[in-house]
């Protein structure tokens, strides 16, 4: 077939069109989220990444390579709950939504078809493609597309639970919280979770600071927070006792505090937050799916930061991007030095049921990073 | 009579005893505030200074020079709450206050006899002197008591505006919230009071910011934060549109919100915080006088400050101890350049009506800095 120019041969039928989920609506509170997302069928074209980033590359000189690839692991984000919330328009990020959009997500796909010499039937490419069964992207805008080929011999959950996700933790505790191994007490929220578990194998095995408290939302979570994360102490935030554990756990206070979830652990950590101590606000995935009107910052707690001294800072990765090469050689040397472990839950699932991965990414029961992998029989 | 070695002549009676206002008991929630305090009469001796800072001259190679002073302008301050709350132990600042301790306090006093040269009877010396109806302090350890001489023909009250408080506006809209010409929107809260009437100043007079906004509690107030202080909006919070009011006066959303009283312009400010926004958590007057129980930040308004890639930090001006000298140079410059100008309110009242300053200051009634000048008659 004809669809691209210089085809590589293929047996396989080539389709021309595609499944993909759209945001259908912005979420309501009195219906579950997987209601959010619609089923559409749409023709195989060349189209824009699904990120929203506008295109870096518009007016190419070259003429354009294309590849064709069918999206088999997708990356579950808390981001990505954010995401699709109801903004006005000049709150808009790049990567807010709008309904219609096709749903954002990091995807691996495998290269059915390619006009590009650099990738072959069968290469494993990442990339923003979406909640999009088949996508057609043009690599000469491959930095929009976010196109990464997964090394040789690699597990494709073990390389997505590294990528953006290792990131965030990167530069989050390294850059936004300025940690060091001067600091004696780091608190991590969902440390059993996909960033906080890089979190916290970095201030204990890389930073090796004195006392790194991992939060989890079970009696497993704990146990892989203290021996998969290397956490010297797990808490339970359903415990009945936590607050009190929580502050017996931090006899010289909280040095930096990793907030992943918000409610209890940050209005805590606030409470115990140490001269010169910082909060790194990286999200408030128990808060995405609320009308967010609770109050959840006492002024007993507020006050401490003046008090203390101490330091809240929002981030999203993003503002980042001129130093993610870095950060990735970086998190890779851990990894291959044994410091730092990729955690995955890999959930099989067929194409048509993707919206129930966000159902189980907010449960919050899940080990590390959550992978949809796509049935294909 | 032989107090100094080197005394210089007198007619008056030199006094042997001193009254104090001593912190009696923390405050309680069930009494008013000035139940915590209580007239004491101690002996006229050498002591340190009531700020409970430990002395950095101890040993001191000279033979000590003496001063005798009378206070007689007391500076009222947000602080002074703050400090006598019950902390912990091990959340003690050297600035926070025991039970027995002399009510700290930064005042002006007039010397009455003196051994060192450069105070001579008559001269007016601000110092850390606290709630002390006399004072006899070391001249070796003027650091301590951070003596300064008050310049002659200048308005005692006047040079208490410019102390402290215009420091704090100085380091904290500056330094902690790094504002400069290139922000749209600053909104000040108490901005007819001490500290926020000089950071409005210093963002419309010095900065040029293109909006700035001040939030007062009455009418008056809010005359005085458009008349004396050049802001472009003057918010009355007690108005009962005023959520509405502050999101009309910030179409361009919030860059600075520099914050003195915690409370609905705080959770305001975070809902309507611009990218890359900062707060500078100054202080929460309306809450020193609470248990701090109350919720105040919403996850609404909390999660902004992720998306929004915002900054909140809190500071105490000690921390800029070694800049003071620089500040008090620039801000004196603006002074006379017309750029800013001291706001100040003088309560006369006798020494044991001292207490009652305190109440006045957190009634939060009165124009720029609540000075406390006692009547000698």
């Known amino acids: 077939m004809a669809l691209f120019e210089k085809s590589t041969p293929t047996n396989e039928p080539i389709p021309t069109v595609t499944r993909q989920w759209i945001l259908y609506q912005y979420p309501q509170r009195s219906h579950p989220i997987s209601g959010s997302f619609k089923l559409t069928q749409r023709p195989l074209c060349p189209s824009t990444p699904t990120a929203n980033t506008p ?23 808390p981001a990505q709950r954010a995401r699709i919330n109801n903004a006005s328009t000049d709150r808009l990020y790049t990567d807010f939504m709008r309904e219609g959009d096709v749903m954002s997500a990091t995807a691996i796909g495998e290269v059915i078809e390619s006009s590009h010499p650099e990738y072959r039937k069968g290469d494993l490419v990442r990339g923003a493609f979406g909640w999009s069964e088949y996508v057609l992207a043009d690599t000469d ?6 196109l990464m080929k997964i090394p040789p011999k690699t597990n494709p959950a073990d390389f997505m639970a590294m990528g953006g996700t290792a990131l965030t933790a990167y530069f989050g505790l390294l850059s936004v919280g300025a940690a060091t191994s001067a600091d004696k007490t780091i608190v991590v929220s969902a440390a059993a979770a996909a960033v906080g578990s890089i979190v916290t194998q970095i201030a204990k095995n890389v930073l090796g600071v004195k006392r790194v408290i991992g939060i989890g939302s079970s009696e497993e979570q704990c146990n892989v927070i203290k021996e998969k994360c290397s956490a010297d102490i797990a808490l339970n935030y359903k415990s009945p006792n936590f607050r009190r554990e929580f502050e017996e756990a931090t006899p010289e206070y909280v040095d930096i505090y990793f907030d992943i979830t918000g409610g209890e652990a940050l209005e805590l950590s606030l409470r115990r937050i140490a001269r010169n101590g910082r909060v790194v606000a990286c999200g408030a995935i128990f808060r995405y799916d609320s009308s967010g009107e609770e109050m959840i910052v006492s002024a007993k707690a507020w006050t401490n930061i003046i008090f203390m001294k101490a330091r ?10 001129h130093r993610f090469p870095e950060a990735r050689e970086q998190v890779f040397r851990w990894v291959r030095q044994g410091k730092i472990h990729p955690l995955k839950t890999v959930w099989r699932a067929k194409f048509e049921e993707l919206p129930q991965g966000m159902v189980k990414l907010l449960k919050g029961e899940h080990v590390g990073k959550l992978v949809t992998e796509i049935i294909t029989e």
Chains 1, 2 share one sequence.
Request: proline share 3%.
């Open 312 to 321: 809240v800072e929002g981030f999203t990765i993003s503002e980042f991007k």
């Open 55 to 77: 295109s870096t590359r518009q007016g190419a000189h070259k003429p354009a390579n294309k590849i064709l690839l069918r999206t088999l692991w997708f990356s579950n984000d």
């Open 141 to 146: 805008s491959s930095h929009d597309w976010q």
